[in-house]
């Protein structure tokens, strides 16, 4: 594809470039003669007004063509505004050199109250003042398209340049090649579509808009723009995940041969051999960190970085394209695939160079074949990741690698066996080498690439989410660093005298202060991965490109973090196995034991640490489950403790204790580690009476009633169990201090559910209160009592089901009793319930007495007597039938006199 930009003449491309500063080097002067051209702009009152505003006076004219003669007075220049920029008037206008103004460059300035600028060019609005456009990607066929961009572009203020540079503010493309595209991307500038242009231009009439506001990037040229990629080696999963990602990034997918695909992205661990496929001659073939670096810096990466393998140049034979360009197909024999394994083998193993500068070994299964003069060396035991004591103790030789193989020559001598002391000190060794280059992992792969100051494409990730998600890890790296360090000089020269307790002992301060701020929020910091990962597909796209990397063994940054979370519990089994295997003479033992403590006494604290972490998190759960619930609960000193569910079985109506809400309510009480939070549990919605067409809105599970400061309960009871009185407790609290009475007052609960027993609550409750009032002895806040003494018994439990039930009761009564209500109740009805009175022995408010013998009046004759008889005679029917009006009313029993000194209970 030629790029039209490239071979414009400069003569040809000099008419469509300037400067900003040519543009705004002169002003519009109140001596210059405006011209409004054109019946449209003549009746358009915005400009007018704006010309008042600016103190400007105009002419009109249909076409201008007489005013262009006065061109030749320099004492007073026309300026010539027209409603649009096209059509023959237009173009006359501007091959005689005329100056042009759109309507929106007077609108603006005299908004503004500013001089009016324009160029030697038509000038219409200056939605692109300040902006250098740069081109790319046209070819010769869209030579008029790219002369009418540019003309857009000066119309609204712009500048062209022909070569790129550092001063180009913006780059419009029309595909993702050539050396312009790569030298923005390198840059960081802008790349946008003709698109970008057009949507701009259609906004001329609006003098608040800008080619550079917020809703224009949408016009930013994806990274797969024109692109059509096909995929080969990924699972169907992977496969479906990539092409909607291809369709997200502004790009296409086709199956593997058709002659659309621009693109063949190969998985190079999965697919390891070439394979012929047919070709038009610009397909590219790239791995897959190709495919998510593109995405990772919103532009298309360069190809020839990322390329899989030269393309064959034989012809492809019929048919071929079936065979290839799935997935899961291979072109090559196996007789041919065998001998190229072969060959690889062959050239690895009698190479007399060091493995890192020999080509590279077969990835995909071992060879049999062996080179008969190489006896002492094989692939299978260069491959071999066997972890014994003696192939431990080689791997620390002075200048042999891992995948090296040492020539030190071998001495017939028998080396000594190592003690199992020895041997497990090699494991710690082992294990603490793996741990530490997983750190060094987590912070070379993914951490230190995020906080480069400059990234293509821009930040992946803010700074406070990068803090989140790794926390303290560098300096947990730090710390396992020294001690491997020291680890290993120890056993460098190992005797059995020498002591690795106190190393660890040496760094387990160290440890107490990195490791409980990475554990505790470590749950958050993989949240943080997970909501990133789906909301910001350039991070999506980093974390593809470092999971392939071969340092990261293909495993995700969440279980690369979770190893600080298990590196302690694992230290604390080699130790104790160390312990084990030591002497209890041995120095080392003291050491050890102490080492242990200290490693025990970290993970401790993080526990603690975590539980109060938790805590804080809890409450923002409790606060937003309350309704009411006072703001100040949530304090930055303040943690959640636990909770209890309970029934008041205290009854204040018949003095017999006093009460948060009714007798029988559900109380739920939140206890903090320096107030208990009283609220009214709330039950499922039951039957209403409410008409079902209304719909319910949600409310919260707890309703607020009190917020009582643990400094104010005096006392805990804990009632003696019985066969009628069981998991309960009584409150003693102190009057409140806004009344006048001062006689303390009892709350008496009983505890529901099976989540927690009485006495832990009790404890928990009992021990918080001794830290709130700075007081040693917890057990002095809890006494024991006798049901008898605070005269609770079993009806007290069971009369909790029967208030409610009454309560029921006489909210149906009054519901039923308002229905039919006079004004409601047909009149059958009316009539009916008169009859029943008239019949009823025991007497209605209509019946009236003279002396001592009864007598029967009729209904009085005005209409206004007559219906206070109906509605008289509804209501006392009403009461008659009322299941409630001939119960006996309850007669609670008095409660013992609770005041406060000598005059007291027993128990007080």
Avoid at 83 to 99: K, T
Avoid at 279 to 290: F, I
Avoid at 467 to 489: A, N, Q, S
Avoid at 731 to 747: F, G, N, S
Wanted: charged content about 25%; hydrophobic content about 35%; aromatic content about 6%.
């Amino acid at each position: 594809m030629t790029d039209l930009t490239s071979e414009m003449s400069c003569n040809s491309y000099s008419a469509t470039m300037t400067t900003q500063e040519e543009n705004l080097e002169t002003t519009v002067t109140p001596e210059c003669r405006i011209c409004l051209v054109g019946q449209e702009a003549a009746q358009n009152q915005q400009l007018i007004e704006a010309m008042q505003t600016l103190n400007m006076s105009f002419v009109e004219s249909e076409t201008g063509i007489e005013y262009i003669s006065a061109q030749d007075d320099d004492q007073q220049e026309t300026v010539f505004v027209m409603q649009e920029f096209d059509g023959p008037v237009y173009s006359r206008l501007q091959r005689s050199g005329c100056r042009l103004l759109g309507p929106t460059v007077f609108c603006k300035a005299a908004a503004n109250l500013q001089p009016l600028p324009f160029s030697n060019r038509p000038l219409y609005c200056s939605h692109m003042a300040d902006l250098i456009i740069c081109f790319t990607g046209f070819t010769t066929n869209q030579k008029d398209d790219l002369k009418r961009l540019a003309d857009i572009v000066h119309h609204m203020g712009g500048s062209i340049r022909k070569d790129f540079s550092s001063r180009v503010t913006h780059l419009v493309a029309n595909a993702t090649a050539g050396n312009k595209y790569r030298t923005a991307v390198s840059l960081g500038t802008p790349i946008m579509t003709q698109e970008w242009i057009h949507k701009t231009w259609e906004r001329r009439h609006d003098m608040e808009a800008s080619a550079t506001a917020e809703d224009m990037l949408l016009y930013k040229m994806s990274p797969f723009f024109k692109c059509v990629l096909s995929f080969v080696g990924f699972s169907d999963e992977e496969q479906k995940h990539m092409e909607e990602s291809t369709v997200m990034q502004g790009g296409a997918f086709a199956a593997a041969g058709e002659e659309s695909c621009t693109h063949l992205v190969i998985d190079e661990n999965v697919v390891t051999n070439m394979f012929d496929f047919p070709t038009n001659g610009s397909l590219k073939v790239v791995k897959q960190e190709w495919f998510w670096a593109s995405i990772q810096i919103s532009a298309c990466a360069d190809e020839s970085l990322y390329a899989y393998a030269t393309i064959p140049t034989t012809p492809a034979t019929p048919g071929s394209a079936s065979k290839v360009h799935t997935p899961t197909g291979s072109a090559l024999m196996k007789s041919s695939r065998k001998r190229r394994r072969l060959r690889e083998s062959i050239a690895a193993l009698s190479q007399e160079t060091t493995l890192s500068d020999s080509p590279v070994m077969p990835r995909k299964r071992r060879s049999s074949v062996q080179d008969p003069n190489v006896t002492t060396v094989s692939v299978s035991s260069i491959l071999d990741a066997t972890s014994t004591p003696e192939t431990v103790a080689a791997s620390y030789n002075a200048d042999c690698t891992p995948m090296q193989v040492d020539k030190t020559p071998v001495s017939s001598t028998p080396a000594k066996p190592l003690s199992k002391r020895q041997m497990v000190a090699m494991e710690l060794l082992q294990t603490e080498t793996n741990y530490v280059s997983i750190l060094h992992t987590i912070i070379s792969v993914f951490k230190e690439p995020m906080e480069q100051e400059q990234q293509t494409g821009g930040p992946i990730l803010d700074q406070e989410e990068i803090k989140t998600i790794f926390g303290k890890l560098p300096d947990i790296y730090d710390v396992h660093r020294k001690l491997k360090e020291d680890i290993e000089t120890l056993l460098s020269e190992f005797t059995e005298d020498k002591c690795i307790g106190q190393i660890v002992l040496k760094h387990s301060s160290d440890m107490m202060k990195a490791y409980p701020p990475f554990v505790n929020f470590f749950e958050f910091s993989k949240q943080t991965v997970e909501k990133c990962e789906k909301q910001k597909p350039r991070f999506h796209a980093f974390l593809k490109i470092c999971h392939s990397k071969p340092e990261c063994s293909r495993q995700t940054l969440t279980e690369l973090l979770i190893r600080p979370v298990q590196r302690l519990p694992s230290m604390i089994l080699l130790l104790t196995d160390l312990a084990k295997r030591t002497e209890s003479d041995h120095p080392d033992k003291t050491h050890l034991e102490k080492a242990l403590e200290s490693l025990k006494k970290v993970t401790e604290h993080i526990n603690e640490d975590k539980r109060k972490t938790d805590g804080h998190t809890q409450m923002f759960d409790i606060v937003n489950d309350i309704e009411g619930v006072p703001p100040h609960l949530l304090s930055a000193h303040r943690s959640f403790i636990m909770r209890a569910d309970t029934i008041e079985i205290g009854d204040s109506e018949s003095k017999k204790g006093d009460n948060f809400s009714v007798k029988g309510g559900n109380v739920t009480m939140f206890l903090f580690s320096d107030t208990l939070e009283i609220c009214k549990r709330r039950g499922k919605l039951g039957a209403s009476y409410k008409s079902p067409h209304i719909t319910k809105t949600p409310v919260k599970c707890f309703k607020h009633i009190e917020l009582l400061p643990l400094s104010h309960i005096r006392r805990i009871l804990d009632v003696n169990e019985t066969q009628d009185c069981q998991d309960t407790f009584c409150l003693l609290c102190k009057p409140h201090m806004d009344t006048m009475q001062r006689a303390d007052r009892v709350y008496m609960f009983k505890m529901v559910g099976d989540e927690m027993s009485k006495t832990d609550w009790l404890k928990t409750l009992c021990q918080h209160m001794a830290n709130t009032t700075c007081k040693a002895d917890a057990e002095n806040f809890l006494i024991k009592i006798d049901p008898e003494e605070l005269e609770i018994t079993k009806s007290d439990f069971e009369s909790s089901k029967l208030e409610r039930a009454k309560r029921v009761a006489r909210r149906a009564t009054r519901k039923v009793g308002r229905t039919f209500s006079f004004n409601k109740t047909p009149r059958n009805t009316l009539s009916r319930a008169v009859s029943s009175l008239s019949t009823n022995s025991m007497g209605s408010p209509m019946e009236m007495s003279t002396g001592d013998t009864p007598q029967h009046h009729s209904v009085p004759q005005s209409e206004e007597q007559r219906m206070t008889a109906a509605r008289l005679a509804s209501t006392t029917s009403l009461r008659t039938l009322s299941p409630i009006a001939n119960k006996p009313p309850m007669t609670p029993k008095r409660l013992k006199s609770r005041t406060i000194g000598p005059s007291g209970a027993s128990w007080m």
